[in-house]
């Protein structure tokens, strides 16, 4: 995985010194104190916003939720609050107490979880109640984005020492009404439970299950030499993809080498549940048989259907495919480092990416955090690439990406020009929102037509393989002269560019067309806005 970001101690974007030296002198900021959990992700390229989490494990944290730039720098990039510095102020139950975690839904939005407890290795003091907020990234102005929804948690569904660290949220559509029907799921982790919150009728409830809690022969940990025992229940949860009307909530405890899962059916229909579960209920919770080779700490699934977590014992990040059987035959470690993936306490599937959070929280529970050492990283890596060669690899699922253009997208019938190669390729290939034009010598095959074989004449494309969504407008410069192609090295290259051109672009010069440069043969998508983007069956490309 690349590390897009790192830091060794956190600092924050002060409005100026002074005011930074006066945080330190009065104790409201001390840098070896903050500790970096939960990274998020939003939109694509050069608008892309990226979030981190600091919660307020101990005191001199001046702000649990920010926004920060990696094209300043990917070293040691300074925090900016979100939405600003007086929504992270303390002493108000208004503004953001203690974050742990965030999720971004399909409709623009940023759902915010604030565990209202702070200085969790001081004591814990519950200095406000649980609550979520929800802002709409979409939306903007000198005020910050727009709150959609603040939701406070009643007692009654809390207990004194409950400690809320994680949400996901289940959404069926981006249009106005799918938005509106949306629920989110939240993890008590002292006091297992999952907290349901319907945000519709902006009403919550409590759901009980014994596979919430943590396993008492996996409390002890292990973890490049630091050792401790936590005994935190439900931690990990992931919602899955919609299938015959429904989904399921993966999801698995902190002490447990298990995964479970339930229907989202069960846990949206709040008639369900009472003071207590019912035996009834209790069944509709499921627990894999077969185990993990290691606890798992932060998990997150994509389109697909693949579920992506860490193993916290050896520094790795692991897949299983959920259309299979959870066995150690269907689950596969996909990416290791030693020094850069330790505890992956963060994670999120960002379109075609896996984002990870590597905080080296076991040296924060052992008190021997090292602060001239890297102690934080944002790592990214293209799904596509982590799951070739294993069961978690969907075929045919990553061999077309759609260009959201604002239009239909035109998908028409190979063009007989294409020749045999097309036909094996299979719907590999995403039009924009017109009808592409073909020059006087269109290739005779996919391979041929990629890299410039005698077949197709010269007439390459340009493309770039690592970009998941090709966006218009962007001088990308990955150009397709004579079969020769300029691929981005890196997840920053590929989504910024670089004075060497790997930008986002599967295109020519001009940004919203896939233009090929070899005389006659060229190919163009003409519609505003077009991106097409090939993948090669021959090269695994």
């Known amino acids: 995985m690349e590390v897009i970001a790192e830091w060794r101690t956190v600092d924050f974007a002060y409005p100026n010194r002074v005011v930074r030296d006066s945080a330190i002198l009065t104790g409201d900021f001390v840098p070896n104190n903050v500790v970096v959990l939960d990274v998020d992700a939003y939109g694509e390229g050069k608008h892309q916003r990226i979030f981190v989490t600091t919660p307020r494990l101990k005191p001199g944290v001046p702000a649990t939720l920010s926004e920060l730039s990696i094209e300043e720098s990917s070293v040691a990039p300074k925090l900016r609050p979100f939405p600003s510095w007086a929504w992270n102020e303390q002493g108000d139950c208004d503004n953001l107490i203690s974050v742990f975690r965030t999720t971004t839904d399909q409709c623009g939005r940023l759902w915010v979880l604030d565990s209202g407890t702070v200085n969790v290795f001081a004591g814990a003091e519950r200095v406000c109640p649980p609550k979520l907020v929800v802002f709409d990234l979409r939306s903007g102005g000198r005020e910050g984005p727009e709150v959609v929804a603040k939701y406070t948690f009643p007692a009654a569904q809390r207990e004194p020492t409950t400690l809320t660290i994680n949400v996901v949220v289940d959404v069926r559509g981006s249009d106005p009404v799918s938005c509106r029907d949306a629920f989110a799921y939240v993890a008590d982790v002292t006091e297992p439970a999952l907290l349901v919150y319907d945000l519709r009728r902006n009403r919550s409830w409590r759901v009980l299950s014994n596979l919430l809690y943590p396993y008492p022969l996996h409390g002890?940990?292990?973890?490049?030499?630091?050792?401790?025992?936590?005994?935190?229940?439900?931690?990990?949860?992931?919602?899955?993809?919609?299938?015959?009307?429904?989904?399921?909530?993966?999801?698995?405890?902190?002490?447990?080498?298990?995964?479970?899962?339930?229907?989202?059916?069960?846990?949206?229909?709040?008639?369900?549940?009472?003071?207590?579960?019912?035996?009834?209920?209790?069944?509709?919770?499921?627990?894999?048989?077969?185990?993990?080779?290691?606890?798992?700490?932060?998990?997150?699934?994509?389109?697909?259907?693949?579920?992506?977590?860490?193993?916290?014992?050896?520094?790795?990040?692991?897949?299983?495919?959920?259309?299979?059987?959870?066995?150690?035959?269907?689950?596969?470690?996909?990416?290791?480092?030693?020094?850069?993936?330790?505890?992956?306490?963060?994670?999120?599937?960002?379109?075609?990416?896996?984002?990870?959070?590597?905080?080296?929280?076991?040296?924060?529970?052992?008190?021997?955090?090292?602060?001239?050492?890297?102690?934080?990283?944002?790592?990214?890596?293209?799904?596509?690439?982590?799951?070739?060669?294993?069961?978690?690899?969907?075929?045919?699922?990553?061999?077309?990406?759609?260009?959201?253009?604002?239009?239909?997208l035109f998908r028409p019938q190979p063009p007989s020009g294409f020749g045999s190669g097309l036909s094996s390729f299979g719907s590999s290939i995403a039009y924009g929102s017109t009808p592409?034009?073909?020059?006087?010598?269109?290739?005779?095959?996919?391979?041929?037509?990629?890299?410039?074989?005698?077949?197709?004449?010269?007439?390459?494309?340009?493309?770039?393989?690592?970009?998941?969504?090709?966006?218009?407008?962007?001088?990308?410069?990955?150009?397709?002269?004579?079969?020769?192609?300029?691929?981005?090295?890196?997840?920053?290259?590929?989504?910024?560019?670089?004075?060497?051109?790997?930008?986002?672009?599967?295109?020519?010069?001009?940004?919203?067309?896939?233009?090929?440069?070899?005389?006659?043969?060229?190919?163009?998508?003409?519609?505003?806005g077009d991106s097409i983007v090939f993948r090669d069956p021959v090269d695994g490309f």
């Not at 074989?453 to 004579?482: C, D, E, K, Y």
Request: glycine share 12%.
């Open 436 to 528: 592409p034009s073909y020059g006087a010598h269109p290739p005779t095959g996919v391979h041929g037509g990629l890299h410039g074989h005698p077949s197709g004449a010269g007439g390459a494309f340009g493309f770039s393989h690592l970009t998941p969504h090709p966006r218009p407008g962007v001088h990308g410069h990955v150009h397709g002269l004579g079969g020769s192609t300029q691929q981005p090295s890196s997840y920053h290259q590929q989504h910024h560019g670089s004075a060497s051109g790997s930008g986002p672009s599967a295109s020519g010069h001009s940004g919203p067309s896939a233009s090929g440069h070899s005389g006659h043969s060229g190919f163009s998508a003409t519609g505003s």
């Open 220 to 408: 002890s940990f292990n973890i490049n030499g630091a050792e401790f025992d936590l005994m935190d229940g439900v931690f990990g949860m992931a919602v899955g993809p919609l299938s015959n009307g429904d989904r399921r909530l993966y999801f698995h405890s902190l002490a447990s080498v298990r995964e479970s899962w339930v229907s989202t059916r069960v846990l949206r229909n709040q008639t369900e549940y009472g003071d207590e579960p019912s035996p009834d209920l209790s069944k509709q919770f499921h627990v894999s048989e077969p185990r993990r080779t290691s606890q798992a700490a932060a998990e997150a699934i994509d389109t697909n259907g693949v579920l992506f977590f860490s193993l916290l014992s050896e520094n790795a990040l692991a897949c299983w495919n959920t259309r299979l059987p959870y066995s150690h035959q269907n689950i596969h470690v996909v990416a290791k480092d030693d020094k850069t993936m330790q505890f992956g306490s963060g994670m999120k599937v960002v379109g075609r990416h896996v984002w990870m959070l590597s905080s080296r929280f076991q040296n924060v529970m052992v008190d021997r955090v090292r602060p001239e050492e890297v102690n934080y990283r944002v790592l990214v890596a293209p799904i596509a690439d982590l799951v070739q060669g294993t069961s978690c690899h969907v075929p045919g699922a990553d061999n077309v990406v759609d260009v959201d253009t604002g239009l239909p």
